[in-house]
């Protein structure tokens, strides 16, 4: 397996979801994560923020910060999952250099 690699994910959670739902959403995103062998570092919930543009009607979405470390062939399917939530208006997975 290759040497694990640590990533930075932001998502745009739509915000017709409530609290709860939000919650669920991103347990979802974090079982995938570590499913996949994957280690949760570090999240943060930003609330809350306008959009740039509307986004499937919506001006605002409820934003997430997620750090983790996991296998660079990981997040393909990860990704692929992102894409097909309703719930997620948009995704942002990037690899930090150390």
């Given amino acids: 397996m290759a040497k694990p690699r640590e990533y930075e ?5 739509s915000p017709a979801l409530d609290e709860a739902e939000a919650k669920g959403t991103i347990e979802r ?4 994560i570590t499913g996949a ?8 919930a ?11 009607d ?10 983790f470390s ?5 997040t393909r399917p990860l990704e692929n999952s992102l894409g097909l939530s309703e719930d997620i208006l948009r995704h942002l997975l990037i690899r930090i250099e150390n």
Avoid: C, S
């Fill in 37 to 44: 062998g994957g280690e949760l570092v570090n999240e943060e």
């Fill in 9 to 13: 994910l932001v998502v745009v959670l």
């Fill in 46 to 56: 930003w609330g809350m923020r306008r959009l740039a543009y509307p986004i499937k």
């Fill in 29 to 32: 995103i974090h079982g995938v």
């Fill in 58 to 67: 919506f001006t605002e979405g409820n934003y997430h910060l997620t750090h």
């Fill in 70 to 74: 996991t296998a660079p062939d990981q």
